[in-house]
């Protein structure tokens, strides 16, 4: 009822999981001239894009309670999403575009851990790793038959673990419909080492006055180290993932200096 007195976000961060958007979103809340959304992630691209956009909008403050803040929302599946960018451009063609992004292996054990404690995985993280292109060519069917959205299948969601961390393929719609200088990109690797630094450049992306966060709390972390095999499977991944970090380190510039697993 008061979707015409509300605006659509001034930014979104699209990604990805498992790479700390949860900490970010939680730190940029903080800021005096950030309105958040009613909730992290609205989902409204990838769950709810059946809803009309009013139903996105009413998340979000009205014109007079945001004021001159800026406001946004955190959803990482919109990177991994096909469609979704060419979605996003039609409504916010100007909008500013976060990208949290982690060293591709160990981000895919993050989400393999994320998926054990929630249920939806029990296979070892070597036979995940193996079944994941056979799990998600049935899904890719099964969506195909019945014309369910791929981003609302579970064991598509769920289950993706390598696929998820091909950054590179998930960044090129976004490439192909917003201007590079919309996109500020930082890694998770950085955040969780140098909060404030990363956190500035945040800020000063947005246009921003410099803040000093309360950063140190951990958010939606799997609070558990790798066992022996899972960390060889982890280093065959990332000996998988090396020329694809290389081609994003050359787009975007970012590095995965160091590797945090949990």
């Known amino acids: ?17 498992k790479c700390g958007t949860t900490s970010l979103y939680a730190y940029l809340e903080q800021h005096p001239e950030i309105a958040g959304a009613s909730k992290k992630e609205v989902k409204y691209f990838d769950m709810f894009s059946h809803q009309e956009l009013d139903w996105y909008k009413a998340h979000f403050p009205t014109i007079a309670e945001k004021g001159q803040r800026l406001t ?42 994320y998926a054990q404690r929630r249920g939806h ?21 099964a969506c195909q038959k019945s014309g369910q959205l791929l981003s609302t299948h579970r064991n598509y969601r769920e289950q993706s673990y390598v696929a998820r961390s091909q950054y590179i393929e998930q960044l090129q719609p ?8 919309q996109f500020l990109f930082l890694t998770s690797e950085a ?33 558990s180290k790798p066992s022996g095999e899972a960390l060889k499977q982890i280093e065959s991944l990332r000996e998988r993932f090396h020329k694809s970090v290389d081609q994003l380190t050359k787009v975007t510039g970012l590095s995965f200096d160091t590797h945090v697993v949990n």
Request: charged share 25%; hydrophobic share 35%; net charge neutral.
């Open 191 to 223: 955040l969780q080492s140098q909060p404030q630094e990363t956190l500035r450049l945040a800020t000063d992306y947005l246009g921003l006055q410099s803040y000093e966060f309360r950063t140190g709390e951990k958010h939606n972390a799997a609070g």
């Open 121 to 141: 995985e029990t296979l070892s993280f070597a036979d995940a790793i193996e079944a994941e292109p056979r799990r998600l060519k049935v899904a890719r069917e």
């Open 1 to 17: 009822m008061t979707a015409s007195k509300r605006s659509l976000p001034d930014f979104l961060i699209i990604g990805a999981q």
């Open 174 to 181: 976004w490439f192909e419909q917003f201007d590079r200088n």
């Open 72 to 113: 946004g929302e955190a959803t990482p599946d919109y990177l991994f999403f096909p469609g979704i960018a060419t979605k996003v451009h039609r409504c916010m063609p100007n909008a500013k575009l976060l990208v949290l992004l982690r060293d591709p292996a160990d981000r895919s054990y993050s989400q393999y851990r």
